[in-house]
Nanobody
Framework: QVQLVESGGGSVQAGGSLRLFCAASGYTYSNYCMGWFRQAPGKEREGVAAIDSDGSTSYSDSVKGRFTISQDNAKNTLYLQMYSLKPEDTAMYYC??????????????????????WGQGTQVTVSS
């Protein structure tokens, strides 16, 4: 059973930076691709960034150029480095894993419904 635990959230002022962590267990990295999502109060959960097992990455337009997704396979850890944070980035941030079924599926074009495992989330609050 894959388990995902996020950390690194907090409160920052606009223009600040944060680095989110997602520790994975029960997981063989080559069998999964990973994504970061966020959900603000009253809004739907939206995709932020994804990384496929070949290392390719994708980003939503709202964070492109400001956020970077990466992973350390040796540590089974997914990261989201966030720069130039804006108040509209305030949300609960979740990491998620999708079974690639031996490379047939990708995260770059996956909706949230196609991910198999989710963490509990970590809160990011950006003040103006």
């Amino acid at each position: 059973q894959v388990q995902l635990v996020e950390s690194g959230g907090g409160s920052v002022q606009a223009g600040g930076s944060l680095r989110l962590f997602c520790a994975a267990s029960g997981y063989t990295y080559s069998n999964y691709c990973m994504g970061w999502f966020r959900q603000a109060p009253g809004k739907e959960r939206e995709g932020v960034a994804a990384i496929d097992s070949d290392g390719s990455t994708s980003y939503s337009d709202s964070v492109k150029g400001r956020f970077t997704i990466s992973q350390d396979n040796a540590k089974n850890t997914l990261y989201l480095q966030m720069y130039s944070l804006k108040p509209e980035d305030t949300a609960m941030y979740y990491c998620a894993a999708r079974d690639t079924a031996g490379g047939r599926y990708y995260c770059r074009d996956a909706s949230r419904y196609e991910y198999n495992y989710w963490g509990q989330g970590t809160q990011v609050t950006v003040s103006s």
